[in-house]
Nanobody, 117 residues
Framework: QVQLVESGGGLVQPGGSLRLSCAASGISFDIYDMYWYRQSPGKQRELVADIRSGGSTDYADSVNGRFTISRDNAEKMVYLQMTSLKPEDTAVYYC???????????WGRGTQVTVSS
C-alpha cells in the first residue's frame, strides 16, 4: 500500500521559516519524481516545486529563491524548506509522487501552513 505522509506545517509569522517533510512508503522511491503542491481556499491546486528522480529541481516563480526542495532516497523522504514566508504562502501543502510507468499519481493528505502575524 502506497502512503505519502506530510508533516511540519503550522503557524508562522511573515518572514519566518518552516520545513515540510513527506515520508513515502510502498513505492520504489528512488525512481519516482516527487512534487510539492499547495492549495488555498477558493483557488486551484498549484505546483510549488518538484525534484526528479535524477535530482534536478524546478520551482514556481512565486517561491523561487525562497523555497528549496530536497530528497533522501535512503530514507524515502522529500523535504520543502520554506524561508521568507509570506501571507500568500498560506495553504495546505501536498506531497505527490509520479512515475511514468505507474498507473497513477500518489498523493498525501496535506499539511496546513499558515503565515500570519
Amino acid at each position: 500500500q502506497v502512503q505519502l505522509v506530510e508533516s511540519g506545517g503550522g503557524l508562522v509569522q511573515p518572514g519566518g521559516s518552516l520545513r515540510l517533510s513527506c515520508a513515502a512508503s510502498g513505492i520504489s522511491f528512488d525512481i519516482y519524481d516527487m512534487y510539492w503542491y499547495r492549495q488555498s481556499p477558493g483557488k486551484q491546486r498549484e505546483l510549488v516545486a518538484d525534484i526528479r528522480s535524477g535530482g534536478s529541481t524546478d520551482y514556481a516563480d512565486s517561491v523561487n529563491g525562497r523555497f528549496t526542495i530536497s530528497r533522501d532516497n535512503a530514507e524515502k523522504m522529500v523535504y520543502l524548506q520554506m524561508t521568507s514566508l509570506k501571507p500568500e504562502d498560506t495553504a495546505v501543502y501536498y506531497c505527490s509522487a509520479y512515475y511514468i510507468y505507474s498507473p497513477r499519481n500518489y498523493w498525501g493528505r496535506g499539511t496546513q501552513v499558515t503565515v500570519s502575524s
